[in-house]
């Protein structure tokens, strides 16, 4: 896939220019101090700033959230530079990061399905087939550990390991940035942007910059927890009180409701991917945790409901297969139908609103 996913999209008002107004700060003032390169995503607002250097842009406060629980609803405004994302968006969709193998990071990171590509196991490439779930790239950039391992610790060092993965992109650094410097429209780019132009750095940087953009906001739950107490249903309001009671809270937790932490995949019993114990494909190798069984990165919980197969080899079809396996081999436990339609309902509301492409 080499072409923009997703079309143009108007600017819209966001939940920060009515938190101006209540604040009594002028738009004119406000808009002032962010650049051209400042950008809307989302249907009711995120606002992404960069100043005119390429600094941080200062933003209006937004209201904390009303109920303190170990979620945390995501921003509302975060800070980027969005030159770099509008360049990050366009190697996103280029091929030519795979050197000639036709792939590009959108190829399994697609919109209309949660930026993860709908299979068990992703495809990889001929003679090195891919051996694990694709994984969403949606807020990514809460995460503090990444891949299925979790023993990427930034975002930058994935995606330049992604580029020469033989079972993901399968190029060479050395030829990629051969064919983008042969592309001047793309080097001018760069030369505007970075002093250095266009280098491997680079590339990675403008990549991990789009990736932050990928946010959500607006998600019911985030609502609720901004103190819209009607932004979810009763059945979510009890399957969130039967996911803490439960403990599934310990590790799915935060802003990104997980990515942070790596845990055992059957701590009661062996599912029937986790046979090969700490060989299963994907597993963190030399982690510490456990000798005998796969230990992984726990996955953020975030728009979930969109980005089903689920675990590292798709062997859950569904989001109510996932939620009682979990409940088998995490927490050693059988739940009802109602308790696991209730989680379903509550893991529903927190699907916010997709990301939209930057608009000048």
Known sequence: MTSDPSGPHPAIPTASDAAARK??????????????????????????????DGSPATLPDLPAPRIQEPII???????????????GRRLFT??????????SCASCH???????????VSSGLPHYEGVVNTLTVLNVGFNTKFSWSGQTLSLEEQADKVIENKRTMGGRWETVLSDLSADSGLTTAFGRIYADGLTRKNVVDAIAEYEKSLVTPNAPFDRFLRGETDAIGEDAKAGYRIFKDYG?????????????????????????SATDGANT?????GSGIADDKP???????????????????GSARSLREAISMMAQYQLGREISDGDVSKIESFLDSLSGDPPLPPVN
Not at 23 to 50: E, N, R, W, Y
Not at 96 to 101: A, P, V
């Open 23 to 52: 604040k009594g700060i002028p738009m004119t003032a406000m808009l002032a101090a962010l650049s051209a390169a400042t950008f809307l995503c989302g249907a009711a607002g995120l606002t992404i700033a960069t100043a005119q």
């Open 73 to 87: 609803p995501l921003p509302q405004s975060i800070e980027l530079d969005g030159r770099k994302v509008l360049l």
């Open 94 to 103: 280029d091929s030519r990061l795979s050197s000639g193998n036709g792939l």
């Open 110 to 120: 697609q919109p209309a399905l949660g930026m993860a590509d709908g299979k068990p």
């Open 248 to 272: 599934c809270i310990s590790c799915h937790q935060g802003v990104n409701v997980g990515g942070n932490m790596l845990q055992v995949f059957g701590i009661f019993g062996t599912p029937t």
């Open 281 to 285: 494909a994907g597993a963190a190798q």
């Open 295 to 313: 230990v992984f990165r726990v996955p953020s919980l975030r728009n979930v409901a969109q980005t089903a197969p689920y675990f590292h080899d």
